[in-house]
């Protein structure tokens, strides 16, 4: 007879660290302090009312670790264990946990997909070779209904005189045991603790499977809408990008594609309804660009997301620009004062706020100025200050800097994918600021100097007709535990390496700046 634990209706939820034998605490093998911490996370996010299954787990030298108990008073509906060695598993038996014996590289042979909520794999598969291994944690996944906690030590294990008896990271690391064995392994969120070669530190990684939702991204076939279309994709989601191929002639990605208008409010509403999150990327984007026409403008911009929050009772994922505070002297954040000083700021900012009055769910990001490159597909811009600049430098022209002092909070293209796509795992709604850091023009021209030397910069002590300048924080977004992945040097050297390399025939094109292409072409949108 098996031991199983089923929750109760009324009981104490404990941490994993309040609860655990002292032996697991100060276990070499287990990683000791390391997995303690970090299985108070792991146990507040996913055991409670699950269902786990251990690989492996739970003996040093016959030391016996009460691996069941533990969880179960973390909340665990029921543990279980899968163990390739027959004495473990005889000792696993002796404590009456219900336990079977086998191999983990047979673990869809012996449990049906979705067996458990859990999958908690903490010790270390030597016996798994390096070709094997992303086979078998495949295989794990697809047992786990939601996550699985894996264990890659990094460090080394130590006898009690000190000398090193294994070296964990040789042992794992060079089996391809790192983060790079999971790639391909799509719809997972991927999280990494401990630090390489710290002692007996760990990298601990959980996997959570993602909820595959039907998401229409307004605008998906632009300059931001390239790359975050992919990732989505990446991580399992159903994507179909809605778009009116402004700036392009076809769209080539294999993903479903509707070509309409925001205006085409009948269209939209035929399809809204088979959606669970619509992110709109949909505008007319620039001061210049908005200036042409600031009636066609204001419908594009203000008048479709307003009509979207009226006929649309789900998620609403909009992207706005930090353009909305105009013109300030201070470092500020989301609860600063807004002074919008053009009519791409105004609509923006009009269009928000009656998101944030209005929508059921919501998340809005406050967007600093863009720069880089985007995905392999996606027209790329030539008309925002860093990938001009970058543009000149490369051509070996002579940047001019107007005044220089005016402060610009900047974003890579490719990190406005990474935090919608992070926003969508953590459930995270309202308004954030989003930028990787606040530069001056002189920074950016200082910058591109370092990377491309030969650079002439002329500073001008003259008024540019852009008068915004403000520096914006996005702590409260970095709180939630995102973070950038690209710099402003990243950005710089993609642009340089791809104007030298000759990929863009003609750099001159209008195609390659918002306000000139518009400006040319405006009357059939």
């Not at 950005?491 to 104007?499: C, R, S």
């Not at 292409?517 to 059939?524: D, E, I, M, V, W």
Request: aromatic share 12%; hydrophobic share 35%.
């Amino acid at each position: 007879m098996g031991r199983v634990f089923e929750s109760e209706k009324m009981r104490v939820i404990h941490k994993f660290s309040e609860v655990c034998p002292e032996g697991m605490k100060n276990s070499v093998a287990g990683a000791g302090k390391q997995l303690v911490k970090f299985m108070d996370k792991f146990c507040e996010k996913y055991i409670q009312n699950s269902s786990v299954l251990m690989i492996g787990t739970g003996f040093t030298k016959d030391q016996y670790y009460e691996w069941p108990d533990t969880l179960v008073k973390c909340g665990a509906s029921s543990a279980e264990y899968l163990e390739v060695c027959e004495h473990y598993y005889e000792k696993w038996k002796e404590g009456k946990y219900r336990v079977t014996l086998g191999d983990v590289k047979d673990i869809r042979k012996i449990f049906p997909d979705n067996s458990f909520d859990v999958v908690l794999w903490t010790q270390g598969p030597e016996h798994i070779s390096q070709h094997e291994m992303k086979q078998v944690f495949s295989d794990i996944l697809h047992v786990a209904k939601r996550a699985v906690l894996f264990s890659c030590p990094y460090g080394s294990y130590y006898d009690k005189q000190g000398e090193v008896y294994r070296n964990v990271y040789e042992a794992h690391v060079q089996k391809d045991m790192t983060l790079d064995s999971f790639d391909g392994i799509e719809g997972y969120n991927i999280e990494v603790f401990g630090e390489k070669n710290k002692g007996d530190a760990a990298m601990y990684v959980w996997k959570e499977k993602l909820m595959v939702e039907k998401i229409l991204v307004v605008g998906g076939a632009g300059y931001a809408g390239g790359r975050l279309v992919d990732c989505l994709r990446k991580f399992g989601h159903d994507v179909t990008v809605y778009d009116n191929l402004t700036y392009e002639q076809h769209y080539l990605k294999e993903i479903s594609f509707i070509y309409g208008d925001v205006r085409d409010r009948e269209k939209l509403l035929s399809i809204l309804p088979a959606y669970d999150v619509v992110i709109w990327l949909a505008a007319i984007v620039g001061d210049g660009a908005c200036a042409i026409d600031p009636f066609l403008t204001q419908s594009i911009n203000e008048d479709s997301v307003k009509w979207l929050v009226d006929n649309y009772d789900k998620k609403i994922i909009f992207t706005s620009t930090c353009s909305v505070y105009g013109i300030n002297n201070e470092l500020i954040d989301e609860s600063a004062g807004t002074n919008p000083i053009s009519v791409y700021a105004k609509t923006k900012l009009e269009a928000e706020q009656y998101i944030v009055k209005n929508a059921k769910d919501y998340l809005i990001f406050r967007l600093g100025t863009l720069y880089g490159l985007g995905d392999e597909h996606s027209r790329i811009r030539l008309d925002l200050v860093v990938n001009v600049l970058s543009k000149k430098a490369a051509l070996g022209e002579p940047l001019s800097v107007f005044g220089g002092e005016q402060w610009r909070p900047l974003l890579h293209v490719r990190d406005v994918a990474s935090a919608i796509i992070y926003s969508l795992g953590e459930n995270i709604s309202g308004l954030y600021n989003l930028n990787s850091g606040n530069y001056t023009i002189k920074d950016i021209a200082r910058t591109i100097q370092k990377i491309v030397p030969e650079t002439q910069v002329e500073y001008k002590d003259v008024k540019f007709e852009d008068q915004r300048n403000y520096r914006v924080k996005c702590d409260a977004f970095l709180n939630k535990g995102w973070s950038p992945s690209y710099t402003l040097e990243d950005g710089i050297t993609q642009m340089v390496e791809t104007v030298r390399s000759g990929k863009i025939k003609n750099l001159d094109s209008v195609l390659y700046s918002n306000q000139q292409y518009l400006g040319k072409n405006y009357a059939p949108l």
